[in-house]
């Protein structure tokens, strides 16, 4: 069976941690976090910090208590949200592929946002790269290599970051980039037409 791969933040989710702290107080601690510390980021999204000590050094570094910040977190992370159609166009493409979420994400993906979004039921296979301990489009795109199934010639990849479709694409795979004017849901439908009584 082809596998489907597809990514989560920026892909078939747009929401943000901290959203629910207000625009101008979640400014501040994007700002402090990705803008200011993207290496914490990287680390913390390759397994090596755990989200209470994310939200630990947002709080010393902006002043705003942690408490406040861990339950916007938690419940932010509890509440992203997909397109429902999303769902129904990848449970058809299932019978067809073997269809992955592929994310570079935190811990806070498995503790808060898979069980409340019921994203398990969704796809065959949920992969994050806390727990690879690399990013996806790391040593060659190895992580793709591992939970493909059979060839990655004939596997598609549903993403919005270049790097990791530059990566997937180096290894044979076919690449859907996500943009502004070509959404997820576009392509998982084109797939879906492509694949329809094949």
Partial sequence: MQTLFVDFDGTICHDKFWRGLGRD??????????????????????????SEEVNKF?????????????????????????????????SKLRKKFHVVLITGNMDCFDRFTVPALKLDNHFDTIVNSYNEGQLKSANNGETFS???????????????????????????GTALHVTMRIPARNHLENLLYLHDGS
């Fill in 146 to 172: 591992k939970y493909g199934r059979g060839s990655l010639d004939n596997a598609y990849l549903v993403e919005d970051s270049s790097t990791s479709c530059k990566a997937f694409g180096k290894l044979g």
């Fill in 25 to 50: 107080k979640a400014m501040l601690v994007q700002n402090t976090l990705f803008v200011d510390n993207p290496l914490l980021v990287v680390e913390w999204m390759c397994g090596k910090h755990s």
């Fill in 58 to 90: 947002i709080s010393q570094k902006t002043g705003i208590k942690y408490q406040t910040l861990w339950d916007i977190f938690v419940n932010d992370c509890k509440t992203m949200t997909v397109e429902p159609k999303i769902f129904s166009i990848i």
